[in-house]
């Protein structure tokens, strides 16, 4: 069939592009604080960016010749992303397990939202933050709790020595410090 005949909305639905997609069978834990940036991010979309972006098509779609209109065309398409992105944080929000790692604050043991020193067997140290699947920014030192280090790591306490398996063999992980944040006062 020729390209001109398949629909611009073909690859549209794939919401899995815009973020990581769930394992199977996992929870999707994220943080107070996770939930409310993703919530608030939802909430600019539906209250600010949606009507602004439904304004200039209908704007643009009253100027006539639509074919040609790159204010339409374009306005049409970022609509569609702004869908596409509101149905994914919709779903992500819906299914999202809030759990608060202020509560294992002074303890040595890492859980879910503990920031871990470690120390590998070739002595380099890291310091990482475990957090949610649409939350962790690898960039920013934080790994979602499903990544290979976060689950060798959890339930390991300071002075414990973890197998982490790579592709190069088995390395060893000596966990240095554990912190979680202080809760938040309301």
Same mark, same amino acid.
Do not use: C
């Given at each position: ?6 629909? &611009?909305?073909?690859? $549209?639905? %794939? ?16 943080? /107070? ?6 919530? +608030?991010? !939802?909430?600019?979309?539906?209250? %600010? ?9 209908h704007w643009a779609a009253s100027n006539g010749d639509r ?13 569609? &992303? ?11 929000? &819906? ?14 043991? #890492?859980?879910?939202?503990?920031? #871990?020193?470690?120390? %590998?067997?070739? $002595? ?16 920013? +030192? ?11 790591? !959890?339930? @390991?306490?300071?002075? %414990?020595?973890? /197998?982490?398996?790579? /592709? ?10 554990? &912190?979680? /944040?202080? @809760?938040?006062?309301?």
């Open positions: 069939m020729s390209k001109a005949f398949t629909k &611009e909305t073909d690859h $549209d639905d %794939d919401d899995d592009d815009v973020m990581p997609s769930m394992p199977t069978g996992v929870k999707n834990y994220i943080t /107070p604080q996770g939930y409310a940036r993703l919530r +608030g991010e !939802l909430m600019q979309l539906i209250d %600010d960016e949606r009507p602004r972006t439904v304004e200039t098509v074919s040609e209109n790159g204010d339409y065309l374009y306005g049409k398409k970022r609509l569609r &992303e702004i869908d596409r992105r509101i149905r994914f944080l919709t779903k992500r929000l &819906e299914m999202a397990e809030v759990v608060d790692p202020s509560v294992h604050a002074g303890s040595d043991q #890492v859980f879910f939202g503990a920031t #871990v020193t470690y120390v %590998d067997d070739e $002595d380099v140290q890291r310091t990482i933050t475990i957090l949610g699947i649409d939350e962790a920014q690898t960039r920013q +030192g934080q790994v979602s709790w499903v990544a290979p280090v976060a689950r060798a790591l !959890l339930k @390991a306490r300071v002075g %414990d020595e973890v /197998p982490l398996p790579t /592709p190069a063999g088995v390395r060893m992980l000596e966990v240095l410090a554990v &912190e979680y /944040p202080q @809760a938040h006062k309301k």
